[in-house]
């Protein structure tokens, strides 16, 4: 029996809306009778489960599969990821990595609909991203690259920010399903670019709060008040998210995974496979990225060497609070 998880819950904004495309572009229908979509979702984890059931509470009818055979419970289980997605509008999936995404692929998009929409919101590699799109396309389905911001308290509240890429038409026609789990849908351009802003947006972050944990890290040793840090560089020039949002000191600005002993929103090993991402990438097209290969190599050592694992990727400012220029 699949093993039920709790049920997430949020009122849709507007109601809901699709559009099912053929495979050149073009609208196949306008609207689901009543409004109600068949949508197949595949990766029920951390991420995947809140989402779905966000769906199933704005009335949607939503069928999953999950191999590990965790399940909300207001989902419907299916007993294979093809299965899932046979005869739906719309599959939706959230995976680790890009060949988990090619292989899931691979199943999926024979058994689905020809003008159905495939929106994955794995964070993946570009190129698997673009694979994928390429495989679908061939088979009349409708794909498009989603990756998330937000983390597992976004995909709880529905308050999501995705970057999208593949074709205007098939952005528009996901518009409305989108906006149940989201707050906010950005259309990046081709298939791919969505896998390219993402990971173009958490190189950003890592090298942020690198940056942010070793600055509090060297006040403390200054003798400066963790406070009187906070309150000058929130409102000046080294004012960014990981200071003003996701500050990395206990006590200090609002609630954090600081402030519940490092507990994971956004986990140190997450960010590892997402700066290998963009070095990957960078590889892949030639562009010089030091201070991302550097953040790399810090968060490599801080999950595989040391105490990351497990840990918000926050908890690098322990790290440093450990640590001694001389000693390294």
Same mark, same amino acid.
């Given at each position: ?72 419970? %207001? ?137 942010? %944990? ?99 990727? *926050? ?10 220029? *001389?000693?390294?």
């Amino acid at each position: 029996m699949p093993r039920a998880l709790p049920v997430w819950v949020r009122v849709p904004q507007r109601p809901p809306y699709f559009a099912v495309l053929s495979a050149d572009g073009r609208r196949h229908h306008a609207r689901i009778s009543g409004g109600i979509m068949q949508i197949g979702f595949i990766g029920l984890g951390n991420m995947g489960g809140p989402m779905a059931a966000n769906l199933v509470a704005a009335g949607h009818d939503v069928v999953g599969f999950d191999p590990s055979g965790a399940y909300p419970a %207001c989902v419907q289980p299916a007993p294979s990821a093809a299965k899932a997605a046979a005869g739906r509008d719309l599959v939706i999936t959230m995976l680790p990595n890009g060949q988990i995404l090619r292989d899931v692929a691979a199943e999926i998009l024979p058994a689905m609909t020809k003008g159905a929409l495939f929106i994955d919101c794995s964070t993946v590699d570009v190129a698997s991203a673009r694979d994928v799109a390429d495989q679908a396309a061939g088979l009349g389905v409708v794909a498009l690259d989603a990756p998330v911001s937000g983390g597992t308290g976004g995909a709880i509240a529905g308050t999501l920010t995705f970057m999208v890429g593949g074709a205007d038409a098939g952005f528009a026609a996901a518009q409305a399903v989108l906006d149940v789990m989201g707050q906010r849908a950005v259309h990046c351009g081709p298939a791919g670019n969505g896998q390219a802003a993402k990971i173009c947006n958490n190189m950003i972050l890592g090298v942020t709060m690198i940056a942010t %944990c070793e600055a509090f890290a060297l006040a403390d040793k200054l003798g400066l008040d963790r406070a009187a840090m906070f309150d000058v560089v929130s409102t000046s020039s080294g004012a960014s998210w990981s200071l003003n949002t996701y500050c990395p000191a206990p006590g200090v600005g609002p609630q954090s995974p600081a402030d519940n002993g490092y507990r994971p929103g956004f986990s140190a090993d997450l960010m590892l496979k997402d700066l290998g991402l963009s070095q990957q990438a960078a590889q892949t097209v030639d562009a010089d990225t030091p201070m991302g290969a550097v953040a790399l190599a810090l968060y490599r050592d801080f999950v595989e060497q040391e105490d990351g694992r497990g840990q918000d990727f *926050s908890a690098m400012l322990p790290r440093f609070e450990r640590r001694s220029r *001389s000693a390294g």
